[in-house]
């Protein structure tokens, strides 16, 4: 596999957007770090002797690429770490008609319009400190979030990053008061000043700069399968906690994967999605990212029951959560 990692230098993409369409390649421009993805793409390599060219970068410098290249374009699948990074680019997609897992994988989890469909879904969990004996509440749902207890209490990266967004929007898109009532009053709730990414927060928490932290649930899981001793520590001294809305179930957001509107390799692109939502692929998503599967395996219960039907209707408060007020 050839990966390319782009971070802010521009002659990097030009060169790895340089790829000629070959039946036996295909080109990735992934949203999602290569670690992560690495092994389902080396599975794919192995599975259908194509060869995958990776370019890994932010998604704003990947959309603008893709975007000047127009039909020049040597991208076929793009693959997002969150469906909104994708929902409001369709113009650079095109309607994945021929794929066949399209109509086994329930509509929760694609398009309606077939330009993406979700790969995995992951949530923004709440932690805790094993053996706090500062206080023993747990909340349980995010409408508790409104009582004044839970005041000063949080480690929570910037509340405008795209993950605390796409949970607003969620929440929103559920239309209950009491789910939402404590976001205008969101900063209320921090224990020190936003910065750093999740597993910063998780750090925090667990130097007692805070009682309660807000992450993604596979942070954690990354730093107890870390090679650095410390990491491994710090996650062993946390515990998980899933939030609820008042209905009962647990909001998520989606990772996702696209089909490029020029893609020259198109039936590669296609065999590549419908790879990543086989069963054993998937199996590899809950297994080795610890992410949820879209996708029924054989043995495998989701830990809370997921708010389906809000991950395509929570894209209509995308910007309704953007103009929350913020730090």
């Not at 421009?29 to 259908?48: D, G, N, T, V, W």
């Not at 939402?180 to 700069?209: C, E, M």
């Not at 830990?303 to 959560?321: G, R, V």
Request: contains cysteine.
């Amino acid at each position: 596999m050839i990966k390319s990692k782009l971070c802010c230098f521009y002659p990097f993409l030009l060169l790895s957007t340089q790829v000629l369409a070959d039946d036996d390649e295909l080109n990735v421009y992934s949203f999602r770090k290569y670690e992560l993805i690495k092994p389902m793409l080396q599975a794919f390599e192995q599975h259908s002797g194509v060869k995958v060219n990776l370019v890994n970068g932010k998604s704003h410098f990947l959309l603008s690429r893709l975007k000047a290249d127009g039909a020049q374009s040597r991208a076929d699948v793009i693959l997002s770490s969150d469906l909104v990074q994708l929902s409001a680019h369709r113009a650079l997609l095109q309607p994945m008609t021929e794929l066949k897992g399209w109509s086994v994988l329930p509509d929760v989890f694609k398009d309606p319009d077939q330009h993406w469909v979700s790969l995995s879904m992951r949530t923004r969990a709440l932690f805790t400190r094993k053996n706090d004996t500062s206080s023993s509440f747990i909340p349980t749902y995010f409408a508790q979030f409104s009582e004044p207890q839970m005041q000063g209490k949080f480690c929570v990266r910037d509340w405008r990053h795209s993950y605390n967004k796409t949970l607003f929007a969620s929440l929103l898109s559920g239309n209950r008061e009491q789910d939402t009532q404590w976001i205008k009053n969101a900063n209320k709730l921090l224990a020190k000043r936003p910065s750093g990414g999740d597993r910063d927060q998780l750090r925090g928490l667990a130097k007692g700069q805070c009682q309660y932290a807000l992450a993604n649930h596979y942070y954690w899981h990354m730093m107890k399968q870390s090679n650095n001793k410390q990491e491994v520590k710090i996650a062993s001294q946390l515990a998980m906690h899933f939030l609820q809305m008042a209905n009962g179930t647990t909001p998520v957001s989606t990772t996702t994967a696209a089909i490029a509107k020029h893609a020259p390799n198109k039936k590669n692109a296609l065999a590549f999605i419908d790879f990543l939502l086989l069963p054993q692929t998937q199996k590899m998503y809950a297994q080795l990212l610890n992410e949820f599967p879209v996708v029924a395996i054989e043995g495998y219960q989701l830990p809370f029951k997921p708010a389906l039907e809000n991950i395509n209707f929570s894209l209509e408060y995308t910007q309704k959560a953007n103009k929350i007020p913020t730090l």
